[in-house]
């Protein structure tokens, strides 16, 4: 769980993602298309990063999205802060994007 964390808080926007996961792909296309530049970890052969992950909160594990070292959600809630417009908001603050 600490090296969760501790990957987390290193850059403004990190992505925990498998390459299997279409959601995953979605997530980091969305953040890429925001100008953001994600630090992207994948979990498809750390079985102990995805059940660390788990214990954080994270249902699914993947994709597991932190912004500003916060967990913001998994695709759904992503998706849901883009479509109210508190996405991009919460990007620039914690300094993923500039505007």
């Given amino acids: 769980m600490d090296r969760v964390k501790d990957l987390a ?4 926007a ?7 996961c279409c959601m995953c ?7 890429y298309d925001l100008g953001a530049s ?4 994948e979990v498809d052969h750390d079985a ?14 993947v994709p597991a999205v932190f912004v500003g070292g916060k967990y913001i959600g998994s695709a759904k ?12 908001q919460k990007l620039i ?7």
């Fill in 48 to 61: 102990e990063m995805e059940w660390a992950l788990k214990r954080l909160g994270c249902n699914p594990a």
């Fill in 9 to 12: 808080s290193k850059k403004a």
């Fill in 93 to 99: 603050e914690a300094r993923a994007i500039w505007f």
């Fill in 14 to 20: 990190v992505i925990f993602t498998k390459s299997s």
């Fill in 77 to 88: 809630d992503v998706i849901s802060l883009h479509v109210d417009g508190s996405l991009k």
């Fill in 38 to 41: 994600p630090a992207i970890h």
């Fill in 25 to 31: 792909h979605s997530i980091k296309a969305l953040f």
